[in-house]
């Protein structure tokens, strides 16, 4: 089965910088895209970044410019590293996997009750200003 185990969360200052982690494993020929989502204490689930099989990425606009996502497919880690982070950013990220095509994947991530849809525990990220 599906298994993602995130790491690297932490807190920092504004304008600090973070790298998470992502190991990955079991994942099937019905996972198109891997990436992150946020989700801060009473607000929504927000996707922020995905990846898929030939290295396209996906941005959720506040982080364009500041996030980049990468993957080592020799070891199966996947990386979020974010820079210029903001107060805003503050959140709960978890590292996902979805069926969904790149140009929905942002939207897909995290998302309850779509096939195909996992998700690791998460990692938290404080910034504070």
């Known amino acids: 089965h599906v298994q993602l185990v995130e790491s690297g969360g932490g807190s920092v200052q504004a304008g600090g910088s973070l790298t998470l982690s992502c190991a990955a494993s079991?994942?099937?020929?019905?996972?198109?895209?891997i990436g992150w989502f946020r989700q801060a204490p009473g607000k929504e689930r927000e996707g922020v970044a995905a990846?898929?099989?030939?290295?396209?990425?996906s941005y959720a606009d506040s982080v364009k410019g500041r996030f980049t996502i990468s993957q080592d497919n020799a070891k199966n880690t996947l990386y979020l590293q974010m820079n210029n982070l903001k107060p805003e950013d503050t959140a709960m990220y978890y590292c996902?996997?979805?069926?969904?095509?790149?140009?929905?994947?942002?939207?897909?991530?995290?998302?309850?009750?779509?096939?195909?849809?996992?998700w690791g525990q998460g990692t938290q990220v404080t910034v504070s200003s």
């Open positions: 996902a996997a979805t069926g969904r095509p790149i140009e929905i994947a942002i939207q897909a991530l995290g998302v309850i009750g779509v096939a195909d849809n996992y």
């Open positions: 079991g994942i099937t020929s019905s996972t198109n895209c």
């Open positions: 990846i898929d099989g030939d290295g396209r990425t």
